[in-house]
Nanobody
Framework: QVQVVESGGRLVQAGGSLRLSCVASGRSVSNNVMGWFRQGPGQEREFVAAIGWTSRSARYADLTKGRFTLSRDNAKNTVYLQMNSLDSEDSGIYYC????????????????WGQGTPVTVSS
């Protein structure tokens, strides 16, 4: 089993920046994809970004508009989501997932989920 724990969510002003962290434990996930999804109030969960072993493998949803950057520390089983130029539409619960890139999924297959970390962007 893999446990996934997110951190870093908080209240931030519009235009500000935030870095979310996600740590996986239980076994090495260096061969797995780690990604982020988010769910706003009354909305469905949506894909944000995902990354494989290297930064060149990163995939981003259009909603990031070049504002978000993923990075990964495989030695620490950790992925980071740097979010800049935040606006109120970025508010929501951000969930980290561990899984894989597979042809049957346009984003990533999700095998393990974290509990989420809340992000609130005040205007």
């Amino acid at each position: 089993q893999v446990q996934v724990v997110e951190s870093g969510g908080r209240l931030v002003q519009a235009g500000g920046s935030l870095r979310l962290s996600c740590v996986a434990s239980g076994r090495s996930v260096s061969n797995n994809v780690m990604g982020w999804f988010r769910q706003g109030p009354g909305q469905e969960r949506e894909f944000v970004a995902a990354i494989g072993w290297t930064s060149r493998s990163a995939r981003y949803a259009d909603l990031t508009k070049g504002r978000f950057t993923l990075s990964r520390d495989n030695a620490k089983n950790t992925v980071y989501l740097q979010m800049n130029s935040l606006d109120s539409e970025d508010s929501g619960i951000y969930y980290c997932a561990v899984g894989a890139f597979v042809p049957t999924h346009p984003t990533m297959r999700t095998d393990y989920w974290g509990q989420g970390t809340p992000v609130t962007v005040s205007s």
